[in-house]
């Protein structure tokens, strides 16, 4: 996330932080003035930024490596927009040892992972009066999380949500860039939501959030695990190490209450890694989505008695001493059932009775929009059902597909890609979970980003013609665009199609360049031809 992303209206800024003296902060955090820097004299501070452009008059800022540059090339620009010093490592130092920059210049042995504690420092340590919750898993971080948002603010909650989607503060959203903020853009949110008279932060951590202490040093009130399968494996190398990072959410030093769904076997696995540590207060909860050794699983909580209405899914909650929450979701597949359960009990677990989460909640239960998650697409009065979704992985598009299938009166027919340039190892699972669980299959790009869109369609093209069952029927259609429109072209009025991959996401990276698609406006587009046409 970019608090400063560029389509929001203005810069999200704390207006109150009292100015904390530079020498406090270089001796409370050993931070070394560089070998050229001007004295710290009476420097105060009254902000930190991570990227130049979100710098304002006060700031320190600090320059960190990245992929493609050395933040330090961007110092110039950050002392023109106000910052008042710049903190570095020591590769930083040295780009900037030639510079008159005007400002001191320190430098640091602990970056990244300083950054967090220092901003925290500067804003006043602002999470320290606010209820946070965080969620981690490879799916449904932002369903839950965005379902903790609703639950709260249904029982009064000044709220701030941060997600893959948007970035929400006391209910005014901006879009967001990353998952989980990069730590000083978190603290600055944070000071701001305080500012605004917020109660509660719901956010989702990533993996790569955790792993690089992005998150630090809040402490969240309840922390959240959903699932574990298959993802980012370009970044973290192996599912061992994957679990790992999303497992540091779940120590003493992240979280002080767990919620942990014992559905799979990662769950199960942190769960009895907490059951044995004495500083865990952990509750567990067991779906319906949970596997054969799940289902044996003792938890704290299961559901019960789900029962599909046509715009609504009903069930109970039941968990120690018989207590019981009957309550509901309008989002469709049994995995919205799964996430609001977590919602709601981490909810509870933050403090708040059953009771009166029932009650706030009502008739209509866990029921927020969330964009491009199973998102019904058109006016639903004639033709086929188009639902766009965000699954992009392979247990993401195994549980979408299963969780359709009962509510498929004719053909399910999936449109979906594999991005480029991340975890290649996902392509054959996801060929194969497409052909099995959908009749038909249309093959197209997703982000390429770097890679040649044709060699990934031919990659699960090649898997896909090889595991398919007898009747299921397979076309390979690019640009995305063209295979969204053939899809709603083929289909029949009683077929669901779900196009699946891209979800919220408004544009798409091809070569680096930026091509504005919206799946939800061509397929909207789509569905109208078809509607306006004649039979
Ligand atoms: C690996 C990683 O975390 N990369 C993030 C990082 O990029 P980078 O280190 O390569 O940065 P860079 O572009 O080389 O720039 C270097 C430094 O110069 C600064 N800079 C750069 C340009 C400028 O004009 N001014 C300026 O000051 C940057 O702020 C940065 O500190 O800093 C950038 C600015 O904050 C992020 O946008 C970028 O995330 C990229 C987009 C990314 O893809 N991150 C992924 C790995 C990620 O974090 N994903 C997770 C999980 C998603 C999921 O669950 O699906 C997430 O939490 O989002
Ligand atoms: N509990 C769940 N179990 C399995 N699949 C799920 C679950 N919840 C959602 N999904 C599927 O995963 C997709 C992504 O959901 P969501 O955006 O909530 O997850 P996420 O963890 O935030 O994903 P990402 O990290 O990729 O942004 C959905 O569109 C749906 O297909």
Redesign the pocket.
């Known amino acids: 996330m970019s608090l400063n992303a560029p389509s929001s209206a203005e810069p999200l800024r704390p207006h109150r932080v009292q100015p904390v003296d530079l020498k406090h902060l270089a001796q409370r955090f050993g931070l070394q003035p560089a070998s050229a820097s001007l004295p710290l004299g009476q420097t105060r501070v009254t902000g930190v930024a991570q990227g130049s452009t979100e710098v304002g008059p006060g700031d320190l800022f600090v320059a960190l490596p990245g992929a493609r540059a050395h933040g330090a090339q961007y110092a110039r620009q950050a002392v023109q927009a106000g910052a008042v010093a710049v903190l570095t490592d020591l590769d930083g130092a040295a780009l900037l040892a030639q510079e008159d920059l005007q400002v001191p210049v320190l430098t640091s042995t602990q970056l990244p992972g300083v950054v967090g504690h220092l901003a925290a420092e500067v804003y006043g340590q602002p999470a320290g009066g606010l209820t946070t919750a965080a969620v981690t898993?490879?799916?449904?971080?932002?369903?839950?999380a965005t379902m903790i948002d609703h639950v709260l603010r249904k029982l009064g909650k000044v709220t701030g949500l941060i997600?893959?989607v948007e970035v929400t503060l006391a209910g005014a959203s901006r879009p967001a860039v990353l998952?989980t903020p990069q730590p000083a853009d978190l603290q600055r949110f944070l000071t701001c939501l305080r500012e605004a008279g917020g109660t509660d932060l719901v956010m989702?951590v990533?993996s790569h959030a955790l792993a690089m202490h992005r998150t630090e040093p809040v402490v969240f009130t309840v922390a959240g695990f959903?699932?574990l399968t298959q993802d980012h494996l370009d970044y973290h190398t192996t599912l061992e190490e994957y679990f790992e990072a999303k497992a540091l959410l779940f120590t003493p030093q992240h979280s002080r209450h767990q919620v942990v769904c014992v559905d799979d076997p990662w769950g199960r696995r942190l769960a009895q890694r907490l059951a044995s540590s004495p500083q865990a207060r952990l509750t567990t909860l067991r779906t319906p989505?949970a596997d054969p050794e799940g289902q044996a699983f003792p938890a704290t909580w299961s559901i019960e008695a789900v029962h599909h209405e046509p715009a609504r899914t009903s069930f109970t909650l039941r968990g120690p001493q018989d207590q019981r929450l009957e309550t509901a979701t309008s989002l469709p597949g049994d995995?919205?059932v799964?996430?609001a359960a977590l919602a709601v009990l981490m909810v509870h677990a933050a403090g708040t009775p059953l009771e009166e989460i029932g009650q706030a909640l009502g008739e209509a239960g866990v029921s927020p929009v969330?964009p491009g998650?199973?998102e019904a697409v058109g006016s639903g009065t004639s033709g086929p059902r188009v639902l766009v979704?965000?699954?992009?992985n392979p247990?993401?598009l195994e549980?979408?597909l299963r969780s359709l299938r009962p509510t498929v009166q004719g053909r399910l027919v999936l449109v979906f890609g594999a991005t480029g340039n991340r975890d290649t190892g996902k392509r054959p699972q996801m060929a194969r979970i497409a052909v099995e669980g959908a009749d038909l299959v249309i093959i197209t790009d997703d982000d390429p980003h770097d890679e040649d869109p044709a060699a990934i369609r031919a990659e699960l093209m090649a898997v896909a013609q090889s595991a398919r069952p007898g009747g299921t029927e397979l076309e390979e259609v690019a640009p995305r665009e063209a295979a969204i429109w053939k899809a709603v072209e083929l289909a029949r009025p009683e077929d669901t199609v779900l196009i699946?991959g891209r979800?919220h996401e408004t544009v798409q990276d091809v070569a680096g360049e930026d091509i504005s698609l919206d799946d939800r406006v061509a397929a909207a587009e789509a569905l109208r031809r078809k509607e306006g046409s004649p039979a």
Do not use: I, Q
Request: aromatic share 6%.
């Open positions: 898993g490879t799916n449904g971080k932002t369903t839950t997600g893959t998952t989702e990533s959903t699932n989505l995995f919205n799964a996430n969330v998650r199973v979704d965000f699954a992009h247990g993401a549980a979408v699946a979800g």
